[in-house]
Antibody
Framework: EVQLVESGGGLVQPGGSLRLSCAASGFTFNVYWMTWVRQAPGKGLEWVATIKKDGSEKHYVETVKGRFTISRDNAKNSVSLQMNSLRAEDTAVYYC???????????????????WGQGTLVTVSS | QSVLTQPPSVSAAPGQKVTISCSGSSSNIGNNLVSWYQQFPRTAPKLLIYDNNVRPSGIPDRFSGSKSGTSATLAITGLQAGDEADYYCGAWDTSLTSGVFGGGTKLTVL
């Protein structure tokens, strides 16, 4: 059974840092991209960052570039999100998701998330 | 503002059909594949449709997806009370080199 379990959320002051982790099990971790998606209270889903199977390629949403760093440890089947210089607008539930892309096919880029963790809440407030 | 545009809400009676639209551009929906997610309150999203119109194992055939040009549509037939949820479309955006989602549509079963 595929399982993704996030941890590391909590209350942090503006300008502070937090590191989220996602422990994966039930599948061969190193053959999948992994992605973080967040959801602010009462708002929609926002794609945050993704990392390639071997960690050699990473992409970020513009609003977190230079502040967040995604990484993975394939030996430990885990993916992390280091969040620095946190702002009030970073307050959200952060989900870890298994990513079936992004991969280029004859029909275009395939990108979807077939398994999600339960999420971990990050609150940025003084 | 989300990159993909969805109506904030839709509604229909039990047993009826409802469609949810998702509008994008050539850098996302127009040239890449679309996915759809269902989310109940206080739970993680669940994959409903991928590759425009493919249902994962376990998803009823009442749910279907389609794409035309820079727009995609999720259709739900035989509406049930248990379908009340938020629905999101998603795709890769080649210009942004990031995934993008619609703002979400709240489905109410009257």
């Amino acid at each position: 059974e595929v399982q993704l379990v996030e941890s590391g959320g909590g209350l942090v002051q503006p300008g502070g840092s937090l590191r989220l982790s996602c422990a994966a099990s039930g599948f061969t971790f190193n053959v999948y991209w992994m992605t973080w998606v967040r959801q602010a209270p009462g708002k929609g889903l926002e794609w945050v960052a993704t990392i390639k199977k071997d960690g050699s390629e990473k992409h970020y949403v513009e609003t977190v570039k230079g502040r967040f760093t995604i990484s993975r440890d394939n030996a430990k089947n885990s993916v992390s999100l280091q969040m620095n210089s946190l702002r009030a607008e970073d307050t959200a539930v952060y989900y870890c998701a298994r990513d079936q892309g992004p991969s280029l096919t004859t029909m275009g880029v395939v990108e979807y998330y077939d398994y999600w963790g339960q999420g971990t809440l990050v609150t940025v407030s003084s | 503002q989300s990159v993909l545009t969805q109506p904030p809400s839709v509604s229909a009676a039990p047993g009826q059909k409802v469609t949810i639209s998702c509008s994008g551009s050539s850098s996302n929906i127009g040239n890449n594949l679309v996915s759809w997610y269902q989310q109940f309150p206080r739970t993680a999203p669940k994959l409903l449709i991928y590759d425009n119109n493919v249902r994962p194992s376990g998803i009823p055939d009442r749910f279907s997806g389609s794409k035309s040009g820079t727009s995609a549509t999720l259709a739900i037939t035989g509406l049930q009370a248990g379908d009340e949820a938020d629905y999101y479309c998603g795709a890769w955006d080649t210009s942004l080199t990031s995934g993008v989602f619609g703002g979400g549509t709240k489905l109410t079963v009257l």
